[in-house]
């Protein structure tokens, strides 16, 4: 039944549009699912919905309304997306239905990724731009610049200290 529910949740999300916009996602996403290990362990997870290693998932939560979104997740982590990456993808595709906000990842967002254009408070990861001040996310375009605009959340924004603490 845990198969059933994850090839269908895969086959949910990868055939909507909400991955178009990311260059290169779908294609990765396929051919990732065709070729990863997928495991639901009993023990190990430590408070984690699921974690992604090497060629092998672990999916934590089997059920309900994360199954979705943290398959994607981890699965964006499987394509060489970062954190930020991740976090964006799955909540452009489900907002309000599974997709958790990034409050305990703004860390990883910032070490995971480099300036945009030198202004370091605007993230670069491997699919997407995110602007922490205006908790705007774009799709990284073909170049490397921001394509369309996927999202603005205030669960985006986020203000990093300034001065010893902060991103410099």
């Known amino acids: 039944m845990q198969q059933t529910a994850m090839?269908?949740?895969?086959?949910?999300?990868?055939?909507?549009?909400?991955?178009?916009?990311?260059?290169?996602?779908?294609?990765?996403?396929?051919?990732?699912?065709?070729?990863?290990?997928?495991?639901?362990?009993d023990s190990g997870c430590d408070g984690l919905d699921g974690f992604q290693s090497g060629n092998k998932i672990s999916m934590c939560v089997t059920s309900g309304n994360r199954l979705g979104p943290v398959l994607l997740h981890e699965l964006v982590h499987a394509c060489g997306g970062t954190e930020l990456d991740s976090e964006a993808v799955e909540w452009k595709c489900f907002a309000g239905n599974g997709a958790t906000a990034p409050y305990k990842d703004w860390d990883?967002?910032?070490?995971?990724?480099?300036?945009?254009?030198?202004?370091?408070?605007?993230r670069?990861?491997?699919y997407v731009i995110w602007d922490s001040e205006t908790g705007e996310v774009w799709a990284k375009?073909?170049?490397?610049?921001?394509?369309?605009?996927?999202?603005?959340?205030?669960?985006w924004k986020h203000d990093y200290p300034s001065g010893g603490g902060g991103w410099i």
């Open 108 to 122: 990883k967002f910032k070490d995971e990724t480099s300036s945009f254009g030198g202004d370091e408070n605007v």
């Open 141 to 155: 375009d073909a170049e490397g610049g921001k394509g369309d605009r996927q999202f603005q959340s205030d669960d």
């Open 124 to 126: 670069v990861g491997k």
């Open 7 to 41: 090839t269908n949740a895969f086959n949910s999300f990868v055939n909507d549009p909400c991955v178009d916009d990311f260059p290169g996602l779908e294609a990765c996403l396929r051919a990732k699912w065709a070729t990863i290990e997928i495991d639901c362990p």
